[in-house]
């Protein structure tokens, strides 16, 4: 810099890596002048783990536990993403009961999921008491779910056909009970939310117009963000989804603190969602099928239950929509997987949020866009 012309050089920095906003670490080489991005492009640390092709060449049963180890601790959605597909391909009837205890855990899963996001939005805006909270709270949601299930693995209640065995009502209640407290938590966030230094911290910055995020498919509370009202669970017409009533919050801002809006708006219907799901299992008389029988103790699937060779299954996961592209070729294992993540066309949209941004408001943009680096490694 010419301090006596006040002439600024376009210089390339590389910001990185940038490991407290993901779980891994990549790198985005920036064209800044002065604080202000001109170009960025991303470079992705690949720690590839080749998973589309070790859930080809498993069984059903290793792959449920190769998606739990790899998606830890909150990795329900992208394990029913598998198991759902699995089912369909064989023309397996799902119990409603079954469905409903599904969706419980699976918004459940998505509390935790959006409180934790929205945790470390605030704690880049200086405030990191509520990320403090929210992981102590997520830890106790994981002991209270140890306790029913006896494990922390979600591949001990899910199973073709349904789940493994039948759930109690005041079981489900104990863990409605301790959600329900988080409402304390969202009320304080929200407090934040209302104060004048938050709102210059994420108001109009990292705008993704509605245009944008169809150009880059965008999906979940990112494009809902956006003004985009597309969601899985009010799209499949064969869900039990279709016996609660929800809503799905939307904005046209398409800004940081549109997202973080956005997520707090889900937990609320989550939480209503958990409530209902319990209110329907106790009214009614759900019975679950008896579908063990279709499953071996080794994982493999019993020939000639195959209705059709190939599908494209997706389920509404915390981050968006995740998809999973199965072919068969009627064995125990599958001739071709491939994965279809919402953090994946997050992430492309990245160098073109930035290009209008500042080099101070990157770290806080990627995650309001809550990007999980193990949808793109993959």
Partial sequence: MQIGNYNQKRKSINYGPVGFVTNN??????????????????????KYKNLEKLIENNNLLYNLKLIQNI???????????????????IGLPISIKDELIRIFFSESERIISHLIGLAEVIKLTGISIFFVQSMRFRNNFLKKRELIFKKQNFYQLLILGGVKKDIEIDDLYNIY????????????????????AFKNRTINIGTISKKLAEAFSLSGPNARASGINYDIRKIN????????????????????????YIRIEEIKQSLDILLQCINLLK??????????????????????QYSIR??????????????????????????R???????????????????????????IIIKSLDIHINEISR
């Fill in 25 to 46: 670490d990549f790198y985005i080489e920036i064209v800044a002048d002065g604080d202000n991005i001109k170009n960025a492009e991303l470079n992705f640390n690949y």
């Fill in 71 to 89: 998606w830890k601790p909150l990795s329900f959605c992208y394990e029913l993403a598998l198991l759902s597909g699995a089912e369909k391909i």
């Fill in 177 to 196: 009970s301790f959600l329900i407290n988080i409402k304390s938590l969202i009320f304080e966030m929200e407090k934040i939310m209302s104060n004048i």
């Fill in 237 to 260: 017409f064969n869900s039990a989804y279709n016996m609660i009533s929800f809503e799905i919050p939307l904005s046209d801002a398409g800004d940081v603190y549109s997202r973080c």
């Fill in 283 to 304: 009214s009614s008389e759900f019975n679950i099928y008896e579908n063990q029988y279709l499953i071996e103790d080794n994982g493999k699937i019993n020939k000639g």
């Fill in 310 to 335: 190939q599908i494209y299954n997706s389920v509404e996961s915390p981050r968006g929509e995740f998809g999973m592209f199965l072919v068969t070729e009627e064995t125990d294992r599958l001739y």
């Fill in 337 to 363: 997987c491939k994965i279809n993540g919402a953090s994946t066309n997050a992430a492309q949209a990245l160098e073109q949020i930035f290009s209008s941004s500042s080099f101070s408001d990157i770290g």
